[in-house]
């Protein structure tokens, strides 16, 4: 038996990356921000939730969704997966006071498998207390990071949000 496909609700708006092939829809009220360059590789997709805090760009500001494509690193398999984001967690821990790896589990991610991991920590630079979870899977190639960042006490209200986000990934 398949798994039944999750339902996302009409009114989200669908990106489509025609170079990398992505597909992920957005709620409405969530702020659109421009892909970017990073030093993993390329965000597809940045939004931020309509409140809770600054317009800042940064974790601790407001909660904020990313989705993030390398092509270097080719499609990771599961384990490759949970060994990178674990690598990258041990280099957050070396950047923030309190820090903990509340979960680190396998997950699907567009039906491919992939790995979950969730980190609280209190950050160095203003002592917010901030909570982020990754999702990573290889696919068509490509190895794909979807993150959401928040504040811990807002953390909650927008994850089911963030879960319609990544149930609505797909690669085409």
């Given at each position: 038996?398949?798994?039944?496909?999750p339902?996302?609700p009409?009114?989200?708006?669908?990106?489509?990356?025609?170079?990398?092939?992505?597909?992920i829809?957005?709620?409405?009220?969530?702020?659109?921000r421009?892909?970017?360059?990073?030093?993993?590789?390329?965000?597809?997709?940045h939004v931020?939730?309509?409140e809770?805090?600054?317009?800042?760009?940064f974790?601790?500001?407001?909660?904020n969704?990313?989705v993030?494509?390398?092509?270097?690193?080719g499609?990771?398999s599961?384990?490759?997966?949970r060994?990178?984001?674990?690598?990258?967690?041990?280099e957050l821990?070396?950047?923030?006071?309190?820090?903990e790896?509340t979960q680190?589990?396998?997950?699907?991610?567009?039906?491919q498998?992939?790995?979950?991991?969730?980190?609280?920590y209190?950050?160095?630079?203003?002592?917010s207390?901030?909570?982020?979870m990754?999702?990573?899977?290889g696919?068509?190639?490509?190895?794909y990071l979807?993150?959401?960042?928040s504040?811990?006490?807002l953390?909650?209200?927008?994850?089911?949000?963030?879960?319609?986000?990544i149930?609505?990934f797909?690669v085409?």
């Amino acid at each position: 038996t398949t798994a039944p496909t999750p339902t996302i609700p009409a009114d989200y708006i669908e990106v489509r990356s025609v170079l990398f092939g992505a597909v992920i829809s957005y709620p409405p009220d969530w702020e659109v921000r421009p892909p970017y360059n990073s030093p993993r590789g390329f965000s597809l997709l940045h939004v931020f939730a309509p409140e809770g805090g600054d317009e800042g760009e940064f974790t601790a500001d407001r909660p904020n969704f990313n989705v993030e494509v390398s092509e270097q690193q080719g499609a990771m398999s599961q384990a490759s997966a949970r060994a990178y984001l674990e690598e990258r967690a041990f280099e957050l821990m070396t950047l923030h006071e309190q820090f903990e790896v509340t979960q680190s589990v396998p997950t699907a991610l567009a039906g491919q498998p992939g790995w979950m991991i969730e980190m609280r920590y209190t950050s160095l630079i203003d002592g917010s207390d901030n909570v982020q979870m990754q999702v990573m899977a290889g696919m068509a190639g490509r190895t794909y990071l979807l993150s959401y960042s928040s504040p811990a006490d807002l953390y909650d209200e927008y994850l089911s949000a963030v879960q319609n986000m990544i149930n609505s990934f797909r690669v085409e």
